[in-house]
């Protein structure tokens, strides 16, 4: 296993990566892009162990409901690149039991190389969506037939991959990227069913980044974004060349979706699961802000937080029947409920807007207009700034605007914009969720529950 700071040096590897138009040579003593090394590396030294074989409790695989729902509470407490590996991990052995019987020989690839990833402790992050193009078309129909990451030749050592995928969270702080198809493959279409592990520094492999990190010198009216914070990387594979034992998938268009579908599994968990512990976020700063306010026992005000409360409750619910409910394959490995996660999902998300306007909506528009903690420093009006935000006796101007600070920060900021978009996109839009929970769901069973209810006899056939 690597200490944090092999892991510091394990990407000074001549990886090429940009941000904010410049090529950044050492991302470790970037202003902003070392911040979130920061948080990788002290997950390093956090699972760090010295003895030989060891691997980090992070990417143990849960073999019941007990140890998933471990893991579930433990990626609560890990940073971002350490728990995308680990679902990175879990949706290479997820779509290793389904190929199985159909592609042996690249499901024991597939296992394989999670071993050897493990024993290595690097992390893994996850390319899934592409550049897409014409969004009307399929992937062979478009002008630029690069719009989906494609297989553009080959030789008896490996392929060559080009085209870009998108929105990919700290793809320059990883060492491998899991590239998969974004969605399922038809007949004709076998340059785009390519699943393939990439290095990041293998050459042709460029990273450009956005960040939602303050651009702020005092960070300390940003007490979410200014501590942890994570780039989002434009992968390009511009003929990157990748060697026939990192590839997963070689043109079977028939097995395309395993790859996205076991990705969502995993990510739709992830996210269920921070949304679990974000709502219960959001819920006590409506509760605090109210009590700062003095608008706590007022009826539409207690409504609105008692609407938050359900909500909270049935995602928590969801995510406690995904665990429950898991799938022990026969390798021992457990896998969420898929109904449960998706449903859980899905409700999580389609109502993180209401969440987030019933907020905003109790707190007022001092959530935007609260002066910085510097102003409460000025000799001259420091004074009268606490005195005119505070509302009581027993509630100072200070912490109303740290309570301002951190609603602000998370919900109407850079991070609020990144999190009202990632709740509905990430692990896929709220219509994939849809579709599986629709898959997953006993429709027949709900069928016979009605007629039997009802004393109908089902149609002859």
Not at 59 to 69: C, G, K, Q, T, Y
Not at 264 to 289: C, H, K, N, P, S
């Amino acid at each position: 296993m690597m200490t944090g700071e092999q892991y510091r040096a394990s990407l000074r590897d001549g990886r090429a990566t940009y941000f904010e138009g410049q090529r950044v040579d050492d991302v470790t003593a970037h202003a902003l892009l070392g911040q979130t090394v920061d948080s990788a590396a002290a997950g390093y030294d956090r699972f760090y162990d010295p003895a030989p074989g060891a691997i980090g409790a992070f990417m143990e695989v849960p073999r019941d409901a007990e140890s998933l729902r471990a893991q579930v509470e433990l990626h609560e407490t890990v940073d971002l690149l350490t728990h995308v590996t680990y679902a990175s991990i879990m949706t290479l052995l997820t779509a290793a039991d389904r190929i199985h019987d159909a592609m042996p020989e690249y499901a024991a690839r597939i296992r394989a190389w999670v071993k050897q990833a493990q024993a290595d402790d690097v992390r893994i992050t996850q390319c899934i969506t592409d550049a897409k193009g014409d969004r009307s078309r399929r992937p062979g129909q478009q002008d630029d037939p690069d719009a989906y990451v494609r297989v553009v030749a080959r030789n008896d050592q490996g392929v060559v991959l080009r085209g870009a995928k998108l929105h990919i969270s700290a793809a320059s702080m990883g060492h491998e990227l899991m590239t998969i198809p974004t969605k399922a493959m038809k007949p004709g279409e076998e340059a785009y069913a390519i699943g393939a592990m990439v290095p990041v520094n293998a050459p042709g492999v460029r990273i450009v980044n956005t960040t939602y990190a303050p651009r702020h010198e005092d960070t300390r009216d940003f007490p979410f974004s200014g501590k942890h914070h994570t780039p989002e990387g434009f992968v390009i594979f511009d003929d990157v060349f990748v060697p026939y034992e990192r590839v997963f998938l070689d043109g079977q268009v028939e097995h395309a979706a395993v790859f996205a579908h076991s990705l969502g599994l995993w990510e739709r968990l992830g996210g269920l699961a921070g949304m679990a512990t974000g709502y219960d976020r959001l819920v006590g700063f409506a509760q605090l802000i109210a009590e700062a306010n003095g608008l706590q026992r007022v009826g539409h005000i207690k409504e609105k937080i008692s609407e938050m409360i359900i909500n909270a409750t049935l995602v928590r619910a969801s995510l406690e029947a995904a665990i429950s409910h898991c799938h022990v394959t026969a390798d021992g490995e457990a896998f969420p409920n898929e109904l449960f996660t998706n449903a859980g999902k899905y409700h999580g998300a389609a109502n993180y807007s209401l969440m987030v306007r019933h907020l905003h909506d109790i707190g007022g528009g001092a959530i935007l207009t609260t002066p910085a903690t510097a102003d409460l420093e000025n000799a001259e009006t420091g004074h009268l700034v606490r005195k005119y935000m505070g509302t009581m006796q027993a509630v100072d101007g200070a912490y109303r605007m740290k309570l301002f600070h951190a609603i602000r920060d998370l919900t109407a900021d850079a991070l609020g914009g990144w999190h009202a978009v990632t709740q509905i996109q990430a692990g896929g839009g709220l219509y994939a969720q849809r579709i599986v929970s629709r898959a997953h769901y006993d429709i027949e069973g709900a069928k016979r529950l009605a007629l039997d209810s009802a004393g109908i006899r089902p149609p002859s056939p």
